[in-house]
């Protein structure tokens, strides 16, 4: 599978009056994780939408994680995300977030391929999830979405 | 168990590109009902964290949550949340989001009751859920918090 | 003018490590204090959007704010939002934030009236405020939104 | 002036239901780039408000902006931020947000050097920058925070 790690600086604004990650701030990284994951195999969902009006991204599903250790501000961690199981109109994701050596959260999501219902435009139906995306997705490789810092004196 | 339901108005800025609730927004309504949870059983958690400085709150451990149908910018939602299960040192949370007849989501949390951990304070111990709030949050009674609208010319 | 008060608790996840809300979340109020202004008038602006494929709602185009006081987790402070000026195609918005007596923030907020550019549908471009938005939002009442809590036991 | 340019990938998360940006979110990123234009010059605020307790950050005292084209799912957008002025116990931050050659916001904000009241330690007293901060903070000299992209077969 196509694994994808990228680096989050936890921000002070990530971070509740514990001091550690306000923990929906996952919930939020997982989803940016998957447009990541995405787009770097070579689908930018903003795209998709504007072309296909029917189109309805790809909605959770079903999700579960194990909070494991916190993060506090300042902190780099690694957000580790690949598709875990392929189904007709569904598929599954893998979730990790690491700080150095420290596990912070596993988690899994179940999501969907999202398409306007013709009978009622408003609901959605799930679609078969299309063959480029599951091979794109599929090939086995790393890519790693780093954060650097240069200085021009 | 001291069931707790609230109504929730669905803002512009819940809501993303698809047009529905983000999801990340029903994680911190999660975290947003069991403060309120606490606040009507007689636990403000503010206080808490102020009068004794070792207190961690009540770090989340897991969680799991179905979606089932999407909410929209206008929709008042109702958030009912109340305790599953008590541990010793933990404790799982019930949450159900609706709109009229129609259940959004259904999940689970389970979290413990957190202080500095006393040979590491940069580190958390679970320790004991007090009694006091065992006793509050048990009791038998449901607690609406609703919005309300007046006019006044 | 109308004038909207409207209520709002201070969650744990609106607060920083510093333990006072963290001041992007008065901007988001801000954002939610011109939909609940426009829904209390009659006017919904996600009916609107889904009804009118070009309305691209009420950009904002400036905005300032002076922050006087900070808030706390737990704390109910109001939101007190009215237009305080009409133009052609722009309007703008006084927003002012108490709790008690204390006066936490003060802003005010220029916003446009937006249409897809026929042009390059892509942009944006500002027409007139409809009619009967300005009449609606300049009756001179007060509304009030506010939280409740009921017992049911 | 210390100039820091960093980029920042919008996410589906960043966007409404008019598919642009939700405005707080440049706020956010205001935040988010005064800290890291502290870390950069060698400051970690979390660190420091864990070595002294009263240490209260930077609070904001006043900010404006000007919004002159929207931001969208997927673009790459830049942070340019430094001090403008510094005062005894205050300084101001020039914040402009590019997309390729389009300026997409400019602001201004006003913020103090905050630390406990000595006389009411729940309350803020404005002190002055410190020496050293203000030193660091003014050198002449560029700093740019990239995303990069690495594939590893």
């Known amino acids: 599978m196509l694994r994808l790690s990228r680096e989050i600086r936890v921000e002070w604004g990530h971070c509740d009056p514990a001091r550690i990650v306000y923990n929906p701030n996952f919930y939020d990284w997982m989803e940016g994780g998957l447009l990541a994951l995405l787009s770097v195999a070579g689908f930018d969902l903003a795209t998709m939408i504007a072309k296909d009006v029917d189109f309805r991204g790809t909605p959770l599903v079903r999700g579960d994680a194990s909070f494991m250790a916190p993060a506090r501000v300042g902190d780099l961690i ?5 598709v875990s199981r392929w189904g007709g109109k569904s598929f599954d994701l893998s979730h990790r977030f690491t700080l150095g050596e420290t596990t912070l959260l596993e988690g899994s999501q179940t999501r969907v391929w999202g398409r306007a219902n013709p009978d009622n435009p408003a609901s959605l139906a799930a679609v078969p999830v299309p063959d480029a995306v599951k091979a794109a997705l ?6 790693r979405l780093t954060l650097h810092q240069e200085t021009q004196v």
């Open 78 to 82: 690694v957000h580790h995300v690949e």
């Open 138 to 143: 599929s090939e086995d490789k790393v890519i």
